[in-house]
């Protein structure tokens, strides 16, 4: 185990190693607290981009060294990927534009499940992400689809979701933590209680999970698993996990010429080798801080080591949570409503992402009076989890979100800058 302190006495170099974090607006320090719309670039990250830009390929190939290079370059790739998520291997790992962009493609391959008479499973707690494409292409296949609803207490009704499966659900798509309030969901307990009662394919959005909390797909079970680049200290590019035995029920958009086996059935196009060697850049950056943390671990397999980096990442994490929590009770303002899990008790079950609001000025105020007064970046509006949203009866909520490059002084400039607008 880590020492619980031992990310924060690593601070000033993991700091270090965002640039965005020298940026300043108007002379004065500018704070970034808004990890869940999309992470800091780690310097790893620009540094890859530019020198395989300069040196690779654009088409892999077998004959001439530097299309070897290229093909090389993005088994690589996929392999690191592979092992950041416990997947048995490359092939299980495909590139796509965004997250958004892989679930639609998937939703679109697996259209010949979604018939008349059959179900899909989707919940309240999701982005529209994992929403839409399976309304959309669910009902324009006749099939039925089903929401799952969340508590009064904003968690997911996990008897409602058991409720709503047979044995003509085909597909049960679920996020492993929600993008405005932060909750996590269980996936390991859920998706095997899913699969006792249903033979249903099992898809999970892991966008605002993955730079909090170590994935394992086989741990969890699922069938499908998609994250996004840019919330894991990288570039923009959606990556998809595809488990090799689900291939014969897929029908991918394909051109007549490409590969039909995993993964390459999933990429339309070239694949965007920049932003792949911007995805190398940030899984190094968390090898390099698994090896950091744990020194005598160092020569142990990638898997091993990113899962080490994530738990440090969780435990320091869970800590920033208990602080922020902590502060906000003592503000004591009848103005204020917070949504999602409070209790420090439970800080092991959400990230540091809070949603939040000001009585008596809207989201957009308060983004805008937290920006001019304090250089404070957060978020506002419905994040896309609009039925989290809509589910509180409101259009639109703030959000602050941290990561693991924040500490203790970005939440006591927040809540001083936040004291500071409720007293005038
Ligand atoms: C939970 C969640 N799912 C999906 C997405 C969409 O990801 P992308 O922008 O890569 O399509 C986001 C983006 O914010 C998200 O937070």
């Known amino acids: 185990m880590a020492e ?20 300043e607006s108007g002379g004065r320090p500018r704070l970034y607290l808004n990890s869940g ?8 990250c620009l ?70 008479g059959k179900n899909l499973v989707v919940t309240d707690m999701d982005h529209f992400a994992n929403i839409s494409p399976w309304e959309n292409l669910g009902q324009a296949q006749g099939a039925e689809i089903r929401r799952v609803r969340l508590t009064p207490e904003l968690m997911l009704d996990r008897a409602d979701l058991l409720n709503k499966l047979d044995k003509d659900t085909v597909l049960v798509a679920l996020t492993g933590a929600s993008n405005v309030l932060g909750t996590i969901l269980p996936l390991t ?14 898809v999970v959005d892991a966008v605002h999970l993955a730079p909090h909390a170590p994935l394992d797909v086989r741990e969890f079970g699922c069938d499908f698993l998609a994250f996004s680049g840019y919330k894991i200290f990288g570039p923009m590019l959606g990556l998809l996990y595809s488990r090799q035995e689900t291939r014969d029920r897929l029908s991918p958009y394909r051109v007549e010429t490409n590969q039909e086996a995993l993964p390459n059935c999933w990429e339309q196009g070239m694949l965007p080798n920049p932003n792949l060697a911007g995805l190398k ?15 005598r671990e160092s020569s142990a397999p990638p898997r091993k080591i990113f899962r080490l980096a994530l738990e440090a990442i969780k435990k320091y994490e869970q800590d920033l949570s208990l602080y922020f929590l902590e502060r906000w009770k003592k503000l004591q303002s009848p103005r204020l409503r917070f949504y999602g899990i409070e209790n420090t008790a439970r800080v092991s079950s ?27 970046i957060i978020a506002d509006g419905n994040h896309y989890s609009a ?9 639109a909520l703030n959000r602050v979100s941290l990561a693991h490059y924040d500490g ?17």
Do not use: C
């Open 37 to 44: 719309a999309g992470s800091l670039m780690v310097d790893s």
């Open 350 to 376: 959400r990230t540091p992402t809070f949603a939040l609001e000001v009585i008596g000025l809207t989201p957009a105020e308060l983004k805008k009076l937290l920006w001019e007064r304090g250089g404070i």
């Open 408 to 424: 203790p002084d970005s939440i006591d400039l927040f809540f001083d800058s936040l004291e500071n607008i409720l007293s005038h």
């Open 4 to 23: 619980p302190d031992i990310i924060l006495s690593l601070f000033n170099r993991i700091r270090s190693r965002f640039p965005a974090f020298s940026l």
């Open 281 to 295: 850049g940030a899984l190094d950056y968390l090898l390099e801080l698994g090896r950091t943390v744990h020194p």
């Open 387 to 395: 039925v989290v949203v809509r589910h509180l009866k409101k259009n």
């Open 189 to 202: 307990d859920l998706i095997s209680d899913i699969k006792q009662k249903s033979e249903a394919l099992v």
């Open 47 to 116: 540094k890859e981009i530019t020198s395989y830009s300069a040196s690779l390929n654009p088409m892999p190939g077998q004959i001439t060294p530097a299309e070897k290079q290229t093909f090389e370059f993005q088994q690589q790739v996929r392999q690191l990927v592979a092992d950041f998520i416990g997947a048995s291997g490359p092939q299980e790992i495909s590139f796509h534009f965004s997250t958004t962009a892989a679930l639609f493609n998937l939703a679109f391959a697996l259209r010949g499940q979604f018939r008349p």
